[in-house]
């Protein structure tokens, strides 16, 4: 069995065998997954009337305390949106009532983002599907090669400097 990646590989062999065109087997595996994975991400959202970044807002707002309140400082550093986006992202997202932005009780300066309760149901309803969606793209491994995938991904991201610290 091959994927394109061998082909790709085999092509590199050929063509240029005096170099190591390994890595090429995980990174262009990793790039293809990513592309494959973001597609049935998006279509999941998009049923929802969402896209991925507006998603990582409301689910890091779920699942960062009691209060599903964050700083929109906290919530880039929480979440998997550029600082660029962040600002964008609660326009849109305050302007369907999803989040509020209310000054800080504790920062003169500060804005604090809340989900709303519609932000909450919204998020409530859509993890369910987003978790499912990806337990399908994982099918073809069983739970002990999840385990060892999770686990090298980590290895790798840590070693790339992705740490909580």
Known sequence: MADHVDLVLAQWSERR???DASPMAVMGRLKRLATLVDGELRRNFAAHDLDSASFDVLATLRRSNAEHSLTPAGLMRSSMVTSGAITQRLDRLE???????????T??????????KAGLDLIDAVLPAHLATEDRLLAGLS???????????????????????
């Open 17 to 19: 065998p005096d170099l």
């Open 95 to 105: 302007a369907r009532g999803l989040v509020t932005r209310k000054p800080s009780e």
């Open 107 to 116: 920062d003169g300066r500060g804005v604090q983002v809340t989900l709303t």
């Open 143 to 165: 739970a002990e090669e999840r385990s060892q995938l999770a686990d090298s991904l980590r290895t790798l991201l840590e070693s790339l400097g992705d740490k909580t610290d």
